[in-house]
């Protein structure tokens, strides 16, 4: 069973820089495309961030597009997000997904595994 770990959440300026990690586990993990979901206060959760299973394809929202980069280090067992230049909307609690064989753009209903969840405050 793949596992999922995120950490990085905190309390940031507009503009400032974060990065979130995901630490994954689990015998299959290879075989799943790892992504990131946001979901801020009274609103649906929303795909940020996604890499196809192979790892060769990224895929962002566009209201992070220019910002964000998720990246995979597999040494390490680690999915990040860097968000750069954030913004009061990007106040939410972000969450590590994985899909088996996704595509690197999965939905709320495709996710068959999800993390807990770390908590992003932006303030102006």
């Known amino acids: 069973q793949v596992q999922l770990v995120e950490y990085g959440g905190r309390v940031a300026q507009a503009g400032d820089s974060l990065r979130l990690s995901c630490v994954f586990s689990?015998?299959?993990?290879?075989?799943?495309?790892l992504g990131w979901f946001r979901q801020a206060p009274g609103k649906d959760r929303e795909f940020v961030a996604g890499l196809s299973w192979s790892g060769g394809s990224a895929y962002y929202s566009d209201s992070v597009k220019g910002r964000f980069t998720i990246s995979r280090d597999n040494a390490k067992s680690t999915l990040y997000l860097q968000m750069d230049s954030l913004k009061p909307e990007d106040t939410a609690d972000y969450y590590c997904s994985a899909d088996q064989y996704g595509t690197g753009r999965p939905t709320v209903g495709s996710v068959n595994i999800w993390g807990l969840g770390t908590q992003v405050t932006v303030y102006s």
């Open positions: 689990g015998p299959t993990v290879s075989s799943y495309a």
